[in-house]
């Protein structure tokens, strides 16, 4: 069970070292790790004497960067799934497969035809549709032409094939509209975009399964070849943009796989399993360098947190927090902080 600290009662070696932690490694986490030597002691500006502090702050980050190595070389197996590639590292061995399929880019393709639409017109309603936009909206009907003329070739159910005609015909229709009248009003690209979303969101929908179902064939291979230890040791990192972090679907998928609550999924009330760090998801991270990065960093910082806190799960919050709240609750009742009037 993990115990949490309410109140920072720390020594001041500990607070400068953790300090450190903060604002010189964990502030960074993806930063480019360095490989150079430790430079000579830097001069003050002032009274032109070396500054220790450097080569110090320095060496820790060496320090710390050299236990992420080595933590992650003993923690395998390892997937990491970022843009559409979900890859296996295990045995030092690297295995790499599809995330998604061709029929996912196709569903959601034509999902975001009614959006780009949208994206064209929304700035410019209720006014004149200049030359420049004018020629966009040609252009782009080009491409959705395009798309439609190979629909029928795809192999795509009766209802899937009637749903891509549904919304590439209605796309159409609304940018015929915008060329002829060179205007189109708020209320009626509000009433497309509204007719748009029920085979939008079917279309979603069948992507989604398309996707769960790809990473699930996948996986259940590559957990046929694992033993029960490295099924039990196995670490997941996801790594995308932040919008979709909340409910993010590679997410929800690996939460169910590996046993592990995170933010976004639908928990029973009561619940309250300790997060063990197996499933991690890094924002704007779109490649396997710091995906693994991430994931060494979260194992370091579990260790610290265990260490000299008794919880695991400290350093993944501002070691500041603490101390923060109980400085802020103290200035508002003395108001000395206040919201802005």
Do not use: C
């Not at 820790?60 to 970022?82: A, E, G, M």
């Not at 395009?146 to 749903?163: H, L, P, T, W």
């Not at 802020?328 to 000395?336: F, H, P, S, T, V």
Request: glycine content about 4%; charged content about 25%.
């Amino acid at each position: 069970m993990t115990h949490r600290i309410n109140k920072i009662n720390l020594n001041s070696i500990l607070l400068l070292i953790f300090t450190g932690i903060v604002f010189l490694n964990l502030g960074q986490p993806y930063a480019e790790e360095s490989t150079q030597p430790t430079p000579p002691l830097i001069v003050l500006q002032q009274n032109k004497q070396p500054d220790p502090f450097i080569p110090l702050n320095l060496s820790f980050r060496k320090t710390y960067s050299d236990l992420r190595k080595q933590l992650l070389s003993t923690n395998d197996p390892i997937i990491v799934q970022v843009s559409d590639k979900i890859v296996l590292f295990k045995n030092g061995t690297r295995t790499e497969s599809k995330a998604f399929s061709n029929r996912y880019t196709e569903l959601k393709s034509v999902a975001h035809i009614p959006l780009a639409i949208y994206v064209m017109l929304v700035t410019g309603t209720d006014s004149v549709i200049d030359k420049v936009q004018l020629d966009k909206l040609r252009d782009y009907r080009v491409l959705i032409e395009q798309v439609s003329a190979s629909i029928s070739s795809r192999n795509f159910s009766s209802e899937q094939r009637d749903r891509q005609l549904r919304i590439i015909n209605g796309s159409l229709s609304i940018i015929e509209t915008a060329l002829i009248n060179r205007l189109i009003s708020k209320a009626a690209l509000h009433q497309f975009t509204l007719s748009q979303r029920q085979d939008t969101l079917a279309n979603i929908y069948d992507a989604a399964e398309d996707q769960i179902n790809t990473i699930q064939q996948q996986v259940d291979i590559w957990l046929k070849e694992m033993t029960p230890e490295e099924k039990q040791h196995l670490r997941v990192v996801v790594g995308a943009s932040h919008m979709p972090r909340t409910g993010n679907l590679a997410m929800q998928y690996f939460s169910v796989i590996l046993g592990e609550p995170y933010e976004g999924r639908n928990e029973v009330e009561g619940d309250n399993r300790d997060n063990s760090f197996r499933l991690i998801y890094g924002e704007n991270i779109f490649d396997e360098e710091s995906a693994l990065r991430l994931l060494g960093t979260h194992l370091v910082d579990a260790d610290i947190g265990t260490y000299f806190f008794n919880d695991s799960q400290r350093m993944h919050r501002d070691l500041l927090a603490d101390a923060t709240e109980e400085i802020i609750r103290k200035k508002r009742l003395l108001k000395q902080l206040k919201p802005i009037q």
